[in-house]
């Protein structure tokens, strides 16, 4: 793994992270941060949005140890206005996560938006390209703030930020898993 570490450019902080999964960034504008994954996917495109559009896998993305599970029954039909409820153990307490999907075209993108949760916000877009017919580019882009003000800002830096690391590069690590790199034509 290498760490790129760049320069303030108009006020905008960034980290690189690069894996053999992927890159993963993080940044802050504000009092807001930012969380951009990307990796690319040895299936087409169709595939691989049909497996994302199916919010229930994500219980399988997420690491096992944070409890994470989809509480709206399944099929959830994904369109604009969905509600979907899920659960999350932060420290081993349980807590209730409700997202909104605001946006959805298939098999393009759609955005999740947190009304209810650990985060003061949660804004996360999930984009989908075509790299050729065999491939698809997966970019994850999350604009998130924590609550409680300073006191968010003290827990991000000890634990939120390694966190969400960990999950991302375990998401990228599981994708690679489900969607092994076909043997070259």
């Not at 949005?49 to 994904?78: H, K, Q, V, Y």
């Not at 006191?151 to 092994?180: C, D, N, S, V, Y």
Request: with cysteine.
């Amino acid at each position: 793994m290498v760490v790129r570490f760049r320069k303030r450019i108009r006020g905008r902080a960034r980290c690189e992270i690069w894996g053999v999964s992927g890159q993963l960034q993080f940044g802050r504008e504000g009092s807001d941060r930012t969380l951009r994954a990307e990796q690319i996917i040895d299936r087409p495109l169709e595939e691989v949005f049909a497996f994302f559009a199916r919010p229930e896998n994500l219980d399988a993305l997420t690491p096992g140890f944070l409890g994470f599970r989809t509480l709206t029954p399944s099929p959830i039909p994904m369109n604009p206005q969905a509600l979907i409820e899920h659960e999350i153990r932060l420290l081993g307490i349980p807590m209730r996560w409700r997202t909104r999907i605001l946006e959805f075209q298939a098999p393009r993108f759609f955005v999740d938006f947190q009304e209810r949760g650990p985060y003061a916000l949660w804004h996360h877009t999930h984009r989908f390209e075509v790299v050729d017919a065999q491939r698809t580019r997966v970019i994850d882009e999350v604009r998130y703030r924590m609550p409680l003000g300073p006191l968010g800002a003290i827990a991000h830096a000890l634990f939120t930020a390694r966190l969400l690391r960990t999950i991302f590069r375990f998401r990228q690590t599981e994708l690679e898993r489900r969607f092994p790199a076909r043997a070259q034509r």
